[in-house]
């Protein structure tokens, strides 16, 4: 599967700590036909939850991104950063230690997605589309319009995040992005599989 490929569709972000039984809300979103996993560990994750994690991710035949950290990113298939995350990195020495891995990198405007080296990134984020409350420092929304103007900026697939529902994907889809990252639509969802089922069906059409 081409990197093209695996950036495409809903793109589930889970917080293990927020979940009384997280292997078991994990598989609901793969059996629900969630591919794309990023791990957002902010208080920490044990390293054996994150193994099994990634192992479960990768059972169902997707892709497992870690959050902001390096060193878990090298058990797993890839890392998402953001602008404040990279000030730390030099990104060409990092695309080399973590060879065939993916990186992501959040931009909140077409000039940062300008900026980054397409051959040394793989995919974007941008956002907050919509108002969100799971992200504390995420900033006022940038709405459709600024999400397309990112994508218009590049020829990487690009993530739009932030508030996103299933009634408000049509609205994604109107940016042109590759993926909608979801959070809270699943997590608070009643029956997670039937969330991830929606939000899968809604976006790849019957």
């Not at 599989?193 to 059409?205: I, K, L, N, Q, S």
Request: proline share 6%.
């Amino acid at each position: 599967m081409t990197m093209a490929e695996r950036f495409r569709g809903i793109y589930a972000l889970i917080d293990p700590a927020a979940h009384a039984e997280p292997m078991a809300y994990l598989d609901a979103l793969l059996r629900g036909g969630i591919r794309l996993v990023q791990i957002r560990a902010k208080r920490g994750i044990a390293p054996e939850l994150f193994r099994e994690t990634v192992a479960r991710i990768r059972a169902a035949g997707g892709t497992a991104i870690a959050n902001d950290d390096i060193e878990l990113a090298l058990e797993a298939d890839g890392v998402h950063l953001g602008q404040e995350d990279l000030a730390g990195h030099d990104l060409r020495r990092l695309r080399e230690r973590l060879g065939p891995r993916a990186i992501g990198l959040s931009c909140g405007s077409p000039a940062e997605a300008r900026a980054v080296p397409a051959a040394l990134v793989d995919y974007l984020g941008a956002g907050p589309i919509f108002a969100t409350a799971s992200k504390d420092d995420a900033g006022g929304p940038i709405g459709v319009s600024g999400v397309r103007v990112v994508v218009e900026a590049t020829a990487l697939p690009v993530a739009a995040i932030g508030g996103i529902s299933l009634a408000l994907l049509p609205r994604v889809r109107e940016t042109g992005a590759s993926m909608a990252a979801v959070i809270s639509a699943l997590a608070a969802a009643p029956d997670p599989e039937a969330a991830a089922r929606a939000f899968v069906r809604a976006w790849t059409g019957p």
